[in-house]
Structure formats: structure tokens, C-alpha cells
């Protein structure tokens, strides 16, 4: 990671948020779920620090590691899933019909993907996400630090500053936790999540905003002779957002944009379907469409979740950031 990219990461200078609560979970937290504080110094030893890093290793891995049998693995596991189950966290939107449909609000360990037309609101989203994860948790925020990767120069920092108005927090202090860090290239918005994963690791973050994650790669790889290549290298990108959100305990939420579909059957004027194919399709575990309603009112469907009925939610775009609809 060059030292730019660094200085660049470090762009806004960051207070410390106050009671700063654990970001993701220790490894030394299976010690009450009953296991041996000998096996836990093994796991350590072997790189293994939080219990959401514990499960991206495969069993087969873990009994590798001296000392550790199948069935203490088997324990290990068991622990590990129900420390990390009960981290999950859900980010207010601003919008309670939106919360509703999204089933308490943007989910921290997993990827959230919104695609729509321009100024359809995913870019306003991100926004009042910037400062709704700093809310205490009691006010259904995230109290972490936001991350703000921005490959289209959409980021507004006086956006930020009616929006923490709204929310009654102070806008100096709400910019101050945002870092910042715009992306030129898709092999810098892939060193910059590198950089982020080592930040992460240090200090409380619970929210990572991609804004647009496909742009750079319709922009590095034209014709159809690099389609594979784009899609191997946003593949790799993807993969990276999704262990940071998960080791992390991190809501990804990341735009996209949409592109004319041919196949999309003659009763429909204006097919429109989300850009980067399967591969994309595959790493959002929540898809939402968004379209534009009457006036600043905006349409969000979801699109595909695995836990979510296929309904919608309308809502506002205010100066104080996403509210419900008004009548």
C-alpha cells in the first residue's frame, strides 16, 4: 500500500467516538462460552483474533493447528457462530417505512447493493448512512466510524452537515469519522479496501459505503474481448467486501448502476437491469432497486434478499437526508 494511498485514507482527521463499544468480537470472548483458554491462546498463535475471522477458516484448516482435535473444533465452531450471531446490527435508514422493509434497518455483516437510474436516491442513502451509524446503538445507530470509498466524486461533505442537524449530533465531530478516499482506477479502489481492512482492525468501524462499485470497471475495461477480465478482477473486489463486512461485523452498502436490458421482454417500456451480471448478483446478499416516485419522493424495492419479502417502501428526499414520505 504506497504511502499516498495512506494519506489519502487519512484525508479527514477522525475523533474518537466515546464509549467506544467492541467492533467485532474477540477470540478471547469463547473463554465464556466455555472453552479453554489453552486452546484460544493456540488459535491466537496461529493469527486467529476475532471470532468472525475463526469462521472464515475451513475445519479441516483448524484441526491442522497443534493441540486442536476435531471435536474441540467442532466446539470452537459452535461458540464462535453463537458470539457472532448476536453482533449483527441494523442501521436506521432515517426512513421508517424503509427500516420496515429492510427488517429493522441496513444489516452490518452483510452487503447491501442499490441500483437504480441517476438520482433515484442510492447516493442520498449513502449520505444520511454516513451519519446514522454514528448513533448509539439505543437510537438505532451502529456508534462506529464510516468509511466512504467514492469512485464518481458523488460525496458531499455539506451534505453531511443538515443531515447531522436532523439527527442532533454535531456536525464537526459526525465529518471527523468519516474517512474519506476517493478511487481513480479499480486497482486503487482495490489497494484502498486493503489499506481499510488494516484500519479496521484498530478502530470501531461499522459502516463501508462503495459509491459506485462498478464504475471504475466499465471505465478500465472496455469491449467484449475484456469482459472476462473485468469479471474475474470485480470477483476479486467483491470477495473482499464481503470478508470485510463479515470479519468486521461492517454493513457494506455499495451503488450500482443500470444498464439497458435487451432481453427484458417487450411489455416493459424501459428495462433496466443492474450492471456487473451474475458475478455482482451473487456477492450482494441484499438487492434493492430504487426509482424515482412524484416530486422528492423515491421508490425502493427489494430486489432480491434471502430473508425479505419482495415488497417496496416509499420515502423522501429531504434536505436533513432520507424521511418518510409525506402524503
Do not use: W
Not at 448512512?129 to 462506529?144: H, R
Not at 467483491?238 to 470485510?244: M, Q
Not at 424515482?292 to 419482495?310: I, M, T, Y
Amino acid at each position: 500500500m504506497k504511502a499516498e494511498d495512506m494519506n489519502q485514507l487519512q484525508l479527514v482527521e477522525r475523533e474518537e467516538i466515546d464509549d467506544e463499544e467492541e467492533l467485532f468480537e474477540a477470540i478471547d470472548k469463547l473463554i465464556s462460552q466455555g472453552i479453554n483458554s489453552g486452546d484460544v491462546k493456540k488459535l491466537q498463535d496461529a493469527g486467529i483474533y476475532t471470532c468472525n475471522g475463526l469462521m472464515m477458516h475451513t475445519k479441516k484448516h483448524l484441526t491442522g493447528i497443534k493441540g486442536l482435535s476435531e471435536a474441540k473444533v467442532d466446539k470452537i465452531c459452535e461458540a464462535a457462530e453463537k458470539i457472532v450471531r448476536k453482533a449483527v446490527i441494523r442501521i436506521t435508514t432515517g426512513s421508517q417505512a424503509l427500516d420496515e422493509l429492510l427488517g429493522g434497518g441496513v444489516e452490518t455483516s452483510c452487503i447491501t447493493e442499490a441500483f437504480g437510474e441517476f438520482r433515484s436516491g442510492k447516493t442520498q442513502l449513502a449520505h444520511t448512512l454516513c451519519v446514522s451509524t454514528q448513533l448509539p446503538t439505543n437510537m438505532n445507530g451502529g456508534n462506529g466510524k464510516v468509511a466512504y470509498i467514492d469512485t464518481e466524486g458523488t460525496f458531499r461533505p455539506d451534505r453531511i452537515v443538515p443531515i447531522a442537524e436532523r439527527f442532533g449530533m454535531d456536525p464537526g465531530a459526525v465529518l471527523d469519522n468519516i474517512i474519506y478516499a476517493r478511487a481513480y482506477t479499480y486497482e486503487h479502489q482495490y489497494n484502498l479496501l486493503l489499506g481499510l481492512a488494516a484500519k479496521m482492525s484498530e478502530e470501531p468501524f461499522r459502516l463501508l459505503v462503495v459509491d459506485s462499485v462498478i464504475a471504475l470497471f466499465r471505465v478500465d475495461f472496455t469491449g467484449r474481448g475484456e469482459l472476462a477480465e473485468r469479471q474475474q478482477k470485480l470477483a476479486q473486489m467483491l470477495s473482499r467486501l464481503t470478508k470485510i463486512a463479515e470479519e468486521f461485523n461492517v454493513a457494506v452498502y455499495m451503488t450500482n448502476q443500470v444498464i439497458a436490458d435487451p432481453g427484458g421482454g417487450v411489455f416493459i417500456s424501459d428495462p433496466k437491469k443492474p450492471a456487473g451480471g451474475h458475478v455482482l448478483a451473487h456477492a450482494a446478499t441484499i438487492r434493492l432497486m430504487f426509482r424515482k416516485g412524484k416530486g422528492e419522493q423515491r421508490v425502493c424495492k427489494v430486489f432480491d434478499a434471502p430473508n425479505l419479502p419482495e415488497a417496496e417502501a416509499v420515502f423522501q428526499i429531504t434536505p436533513g437526508g432520507i424521511a418518510d414520505a409525506k402524503d
